[in-house]
């Protein structure tokens, strides 16, 4: 997890408008209780969702996802056992006002050039998919919080 960890520093030291914060240090924590699949795409989108509801400005709002193919076709969002059953397992990070893949690692064996492009599909357009209802949420969640604060 090392090595991910290295990752996740690196592409939110890109996204952190690091600028208006010069002299603070931004440090996340991030503590997993519990998990059943798709654990690195929910760490993403967590801390993501975190420096959002903390007030830190960020150039976008990365999302990410699990991908995995089980022989026939790509599945998202693997549970602990599908990944184990998967022939190939794809956990990517988007951004999607640039439409950038900022992370991709591939797990669990070797997929065709097609299964990889169709995984890869799926990926973006699930991960585009999510920023939607993140966005919303997130929205949703400031107008309460402004309603809240103004009682």
């Given at each position: ?99 950038e893949i900022d992370f991709m690692e591939m ?14 599909s799926m990926g973006v357009e699930m991960c ?24």
């Amino acid at each position: 997890m090392s090595e991910f960890t290295e990752c996740l520093r690196t592409s939110y030291e890109k996204l952190i408008m690091f600028e208006h914060y010069q002299k603070t240090r931004i440090e996340v924590n991030l503590s997993i209780l519990q998990q059943d699949g798709s654990v690195k795409a929910a760490v993403i989108n967590a801390i993501s969702l975190a420096l959002v509801e903390a007030g830190i400005e960020i150039k976008d709002t990365m999302v990410a996802v699990q991908v995995g193919y089980d022989g026939q076709s790509p599945m998202a969002d693997l549970t602990y056992h599908e990944e184990k059953d998967s022939e190939g397992v794809m956990t990517m990070s988007f951004l999607p006002h640039t439409e950038e893949i900022d992370f991709m690692e591939m797990a669990g064996g070797k997929v065709s050039l097609a299964v990889y492009d169709s995984m890869l599909s799926m990926g973006v357009e699930m991960c585009r998919e999510l920023y939607k209802i993140m966005n919303q949420s997130l929205k949703e969640y400031a107008i309460k919080k402004l309603l809240f604060c103004q009682q």
